[in-house]
């Protein structure tokens, strides 16, 4: 244990506290574990004394233990160069941990004892070995480490600083993988936050530097790729390259993770490596209505956070901003080459890497990607557009969700279709929504044909088809649902491919069925293959 003399009486009321949730909201963030539930816990790790002072957890510690505590205090606390800060406390019955603790990720926080106390520590391998064999107190456990996360990103409370304009399109970007790979950090807006210049000298950054990352309070990022931050905040560095994997998996999409959940909760050693943004296309939804059991919807970011927590219950590891080059069949086992190492070896590999973006034939569209033009509609997304008029283009259910989420809260929806009706291509739910919200204008036979601006998109102009009229709008935002298509020359069998134990499931596949569901199931199926391969 080590030393510290950090006297936490001059610090300010912690943060998450009964008084800032709800009494139900806080029974699910810190529950108290029964005596009979502690004593099962007890024979998975063992009992420690730990003196008044001591530090259990530092911020940046890899391999962080798990405590319960029994006897005393533990003070969770936010590390600052600038301030010290409370952010919650544990006491007898109660236990430590967030959702780093599943994905073997850094820990954010320090964890000190403010009383001579006694815990039960468990190391992360016990832990997950704990939560996958007693069914009660995985429940209260992952239940607390995903509400924890989720008031920590709400809060904005994490080791992360990101400084950056609503008019960027590299902070947009950051925002969404810190967002989409669930980190919470806190957001200081370079137009409207008044003491943003005092940051900015602190850190000794200009604003030609936005926007700017700073790490843990220490390390300063301008402009980073996703595979810089993933790297300061350590999102990959429990991961071990080393060893033989029974199967690895291409894209964290709903195929991708159904197939980590289904392969993982069977024994299977797993990995999945995503290049971009866990959750794929699915993950921009603001709204999937039509997916079995949730007859009120759920977002995308929402169903796909659930499904990679799911298989990090059960033990598989994800890799983030890391893209897969090349697939070595020299040998019976697969070499998987990754961006900037040694290869992966796997005794199968399924390929979910999802479809690409059709991106539409109009010139300068690219200068906009990001600062007036794009490709998701989230709450992200939804925050820059404020109350201006935006353009919806596609006729598919992508298209009609982001009319309808975006319609809430926006002047006016242009939605524009080159064919001539929805009905062959949209659900009839989002057409009758669509036909019935005042605000959202629908223009079939349309297309854009020209965007102009300076550093942001500023001015939009389509054309009827029919009559060959066109017409400009001053319009800052347009969002492009214009579907997708399979990137591959090549045509593959149903899930297997021509290479023997690699697989290709979800839209990748040629003659998918692209919903969400099928994605799920095709995901699935393909670990009953992986089986079959495995025992050859």
């Not at 964890?111 to 815990?119: E, G, Q």
């Not at 590299?170 to 989409?180: H, N, Q, S, V, Y």
């Not at 939009?460 to 298509?485: N, Q, Y």
Request: hydrophobic residues 40%; charged residues 20%; negative net charge.
């Amino acid at each position: 244990m080590r030393q510290t003399s950090v006297d936490s009486s001059l610090m300010p009321d912690q943060l998450i506290t009964d008084a800032t949730v709800s009494p139900a909201r806080a029974a699910s963030l810190f529950p108290h574990l029964t005596p009979a539930q502690i004593a099962r816990l007890a024979t998975h790790g063992s009992v420690r004394r730990v003196a008044r002072g001591n530090v259990l957890i530092e911020a940046g510690d890899l391999n962080v233990p798990f405590f319960v505590v029994t006897e005393g205090a533990i003070e969770v606390i936010r590390p600052s160069r600038l301030n010290e800060t409370r952010v919650a406390t544990h006491g007898p019955g109660q236990f430590s941990g967030e959702g780093n603790m599943l994905v073997g990720r850094p820990s954010m926080m320090r964890s000190i004892a403010t009383v001579d106390s006694t815990v039960i520590e468990l190391s992360r391998d016990q832990l997950l070995a704990l939560i996958q064999t007693d069914s009660e107190i995985s429940e209260i456990v992952m239940r607390a480490f995903i509400y924890r996360r989720l008031e920590l990103i709400s809060q904005g409370i994490g080791d992360v600083v990101l400084i950056g304009s609503m008019h960027s399109a590299a902070t947009l970007r950051i925002r969404e993988f810190l967002g989409r790979n669930g980190h919470p950090f806190q957001y200081v807006d370079l137009d409207q936050d008044a003491h943003v210049q005092e940051l900015l000298d602190q850190f000794h950054v200009t604003v030609s530097d936005i926007p700017v990352l700073i790490c843990r309070g220490e390390q300063v990022l301008r402009n980073p790729t996703n595979e810089d931050i993933a790297g300061c905040l350590g999102f990959n560095a429990a991961i071990d390259r080393t060893h033989v994997r029974d199967v690895v998996i291409v894209g964290a999409g709903p195929a991708g993770l159904a197939a980590a959940v289904y392969g993982a909760s069977e024994g299977l050693d797993v990995l999945v490596i995503e290049s971009t943004l866990p959750g794929g296309q699915a993950g921009t939804s603001s709204k999937i209505e039509n997916y079995l059991g949730f007859p009120t919807g759920i977002s995308g970011q929402d169903l796909t956070g659930r499904a990679m927590a799911q298989a990090l219950k059960f033990g598989a590891q994800v890799m983030v901003a890391k893209g897969v080059t090349k697939l070595a069949c020299d040998r019976r086992q697969y070499g998987v080459y990754i961006d900037d190492g040694p290869r992966v070896l796997a005794r199968t590999v399924i390929v979910a890497t999802g479809a690409e973006y059709r991106r539409a034939a109009i010139q300068h569209l690219s200068r906009f990607e990001g600062a007036g033009v794009y490709y998701a509609a989230t709450f992200m997304e939804r925050q820059l557009c404020a109350v201006d008029e935006v353009v919806v283009v596609g006729g598919g259910n992508s298209a009609g969700q982001a009319a309808v989420f975006l319609s809430q809260t926006v002047r006016r929806v242009h939605m524009l279709v080159r064919s001539n009706s929805l009905a062959e291509s949209m659900s009839r739910y989002l057409i009758r929504r669509i036909e019935e919200s005042p605000n959202i204008e629908l223009r079939t036979g349309t297309e854009i044909v020209s965007v102009s601006g300076d550093t942001h998109l500023e001015q939009v102009c389509w054309r009827d088809k029919a009559t060959g009229a066109t017409e400009p709008h001053e319009i800052r935002h347009v969002f492009l649902m214009t579907g997708a298509h399979w990137p591959l020359a090549r045509t593959p069998s149903l899930l297997e491919t021509s290479l023997p134990g690699v697989f290709a499931v979800g839209d990748v596949r040629a003659g998918n069925i692209k919903r969400v569901a099928s994605a799920v199931g095709e995901g699935s199926i393909a670990i009953s293959f992986v089986h079959q391969v495995l025992a050859e």
